[in-house]
């Protein structure tokens, strides 16, 4: 792996709040140069998108590296104008939040 890609995620994971609220726990990556986020699990996409969050909803995880290999399932279409798709890697959907090339 690049050293800047190494960099990249070592940035991401510090980034990542843990949430212990339930059986699992929620994991949160709330964007610093774009407005968004990206929730594991439990999100209200609809409540979401009508409020004009641009937001992401990956599957359950148990860990960080799990959250930001996980896949998006939904996403508000807010999120989908500026480049987030479901099925897109949440890493990806993180760069594309934080323009990071």
Same mark, same amino acid.
């Given at each position: 792996?690049?050293?800047?890609? $190494?960099?990249? @995620?070592?940035? +991401?994971?510090?980034?990542?709040? @843990?949430?212990?609220?339930?059986?699992?726990?929620?994991?949160?990556? %709330? &964007?610093?140069?774009?407005?968004?986020?990206? *929730?594991?699990?439990?999100?209200?996409?609809?409540?979401?998108?009508? +409020?004009?969050? *641009? &937001?992401?909803?990956?599957? &359950? *995880?148990? /860990?960080?590296?799990?959250? @930001?290999? !996980?896949?998006?399932?939904?996403? /508000?279409?807010? !999120?989908?104008?500026?480049?987030?798709? /479901?099925?897109? $890697? *949440? %890493?990806? !959907? @993180?760069?594309?939040?934080?323009?990071? %090339?």
């Amino acid at each position: 792996m690049r050293e800047e890609e $190494q960099r990249f @995620i070592e940035e +991401v994971l510090n980034r990542v709040l @843990i949430i212990n609220i339930g059986n699992l726990p929620m994991f949160i990556y %709330k &964007a610093i140069r774009r407005p968004g986020y990206i *929730v594991s699990h439990y999100l209200d996409i609809e409540a979401s998108d009508r +409020v004009g969050d *641009v &937001a992401g909803l990956c599957g &359950a *995880v148990r /860990t960080k590296e799990e959250f @930001i290999r !996980a896949k998006l399932i939904r996403i /508000t279409s807010w !999120a989908e104008r500026l480049g987030l798709k /479901t099925g897109m $890697q *949440v %890493k990806r !959907a @993180i760069k594309i939040l934080e323009e990071y %090339k």
